[in-house]
């Protein structure tokens, strides 16, 4: 029996982020006691789970983990999957922009929007690369009076990439978003939400695809990683627990009860990643999804400017043809990830990326992190 409350002051989510760093492009000096207080904060936070969900648990609320049924339901191909979440049929590519948003103290600031580049896909390419992995059997959760389905997943052990569907028949009020919520930080729950749902493990950011969605389903595309913890390995599956009430979370107190219900995503099968190793002992994997790199190793860095993602200066991959895949760039405002998150692994200096396309690792020749050049095996 638990008991909730969505309280915070101000230490509990402070004005910074460890993740996907898509706002003012520029320079910062961080003080040292200042980065000891963000370690602190980050490692509480990370005990304590999601920020924005975050509910203090006592024997008042009931909790119930149920096995949630898959339903008889045709299955989404994954000619489909492919094209919507891997490809540029449910996204749209983006120039960089200037945006004058509210700054959460009053004012207003202008971001920088980076450019993102969403290109078309080699559908039989990635059904020989990532086919036998992914989990196409739909799976169908009713929540309150909205309907969360589950189309398609998969994942490595850093990362899990998923399709979904979210209906409501007079209209989904659970999500707000946008076209910059798209190209920023994705779609997040809404003032009017009863619940909200996670991947146990995970930060995500949930890309809405407005083409295909009406006012009461929405068709949306999730990239989750695997920062709170440990990485997910081969043969567990991903846990899906939906939290819910009778009411918003926003006027939710202490002694209004939630409930639990948790879903076993069948996606135990991880996709290898390979390692890429650099001259200068650095250590990068990658996956045909996502990246992860230590860059407190093989970069020039201190553990203390590892830890910040602003020195992430740029990645891009080199392929055996020729061609290149400029993942990211911070000064040319280039940011063709799917979703990033810094501070991870066990000192908090890794950095995990989902890709905004698949990639062949054995196509690559090298990847470039700022200056440093990664190669397959150190080959």
């Known amino acids: 029996m638990d008991t909730i409350s969505r309280q915070y002051d101000d230490n509990t989510f402070p004005d910074w982020t460890i993740e996907e760093f898509d706002a003012i492009q520029e320079e910062h000096v961080f003080s040292g006691n200042y980065?000891?207080?963000?370690?602190?904060?980050?490692?509480?936070?990370?005990?304590?789970?999601?920020?924005?969900?975050?509910?203090?648990?006592?024997?008042?609320?009931?909790?119930?983990?149920?096995?949630?049924?898959?339903?008889?339901?045709?299955?989404?191909?994954?000619?489909?999957?492919?094209?919507?979440?891997?490809?540029?049929?449910?996204?749209?590519?983006?120039?960089?922009?200037?945006?004058?948003?509210?700054?959460?103290?009053?004012?207003?600031?202008?971001?920088?929007?980076?450019?993102?580049?969403?290109?078309?896909?080699?559908?039989?390419?990635?059904?020989?690369?990532?086919?036998?992995?992914?989990?196409?059997?739909?799976?169908?959760?009713?929540?309150?009076?909205?309907?969360?389905?589950?189309?398609?997943?998969?994942?490595?052990?850093?990362?899990?990439?998923?399709?979904?569907?979210?209906?409501?028949?007079?209209?989904?009020?659970?999500?707000?978003?946008?076209?910059?919520?798209?190209?920023?930080?994705?779609?997040?729950?809404?003032?009017?939400?009863?619940?909200?749902?996670?991947?146990?493990g995970a930060a995500e950011k949930i890309y809405v695809d407005k083409a295909k969605s009406t006012e009461t389903s929405l068709h949306c595309y999730y990239y989750g990683l695997f920062v709170f913890g440990d990485s997910l390995k081969n043969g567990e599956s991903p846990v899906l627990t939906i939290s819910y009430a009778d009411k918003p979370w926003t006027t939710l107190t202490e002694t209004d009860p939630i409930q639990e219900k948790s879903v076993t995503i069948p996606a135990e099968n991880a996709l290898k990643a390979n390692t890429f190793t650099s001259e200068s002992d650095g250590l990068l994997e990658l996956s045909p999804v996502s990246l992860e790199i230590d860059m407190s190793k093989g970069l020039g860095l201190t553990k203390e400017e590892a830890y910040d993602p602003v020195h992430l200066e740029k990645i891009s991959i080199q392929y055996q043809d020729g061609s290149d895949y400029q993942v990211y760039d911070r000064d040319s405002a280039i940011d063709n990830t799917a979703y990033l998150c810094g501070g991870a692994g066990p000192d908090q200096t890794e950095i995990l990326l989902a890709f905004n396309r698949l990639v062949d690792p054995s196509k690559i020749k090298a990847v470039t992190v700022n200056d440093t050049v990664f190669t397959l095996n150190g080959r």
């Open 35 to 200: 980065q000891k207080k963000k370690k602190n904060a980050i490692k509480s936070w990370r005990r304590k789970g999601s920020p924005e969900f975050h509910f203090y648990k006592t024997a008042a609320a009931i909790a119930a983990c149920i096995a949630l049924p898959v339903c008889v339901y045709a299955a989404v191909t994954h000619a489909d999957f492919f094209r919507n979440a891997f490809g540029n049929a449910g996204r749209q590519s983006t120039a960089a922009h200037e945006e004058i948003i509210e700054d959460g103290k009053g004012g207003q600031i202008s971001v920088t929007y980076p450019e993102r580049d969403y290109i078309s896909i080699d559908e039989e390419a990635a059904e020989s690369l990532i086919g036998d992995k992914i989990s196409s059997e739909p799976i169908v959760v009713d929540i309150n009076d909205h309907t969360l389905t589950i189309l398609s997943a998969v994942r490595d052990e850093n990362a899990i990439v998923m399709e979904f569907t979210l209906d409501c028949e007079t209209g989904v009020t659970a999500l707000r978003y946008d076209d910059l919520s798209n190209e920023a930080k994705g779609a997040g729950m809404s003032d009017q939400a009863t619940f909200h749902f996670r991947i146990d």
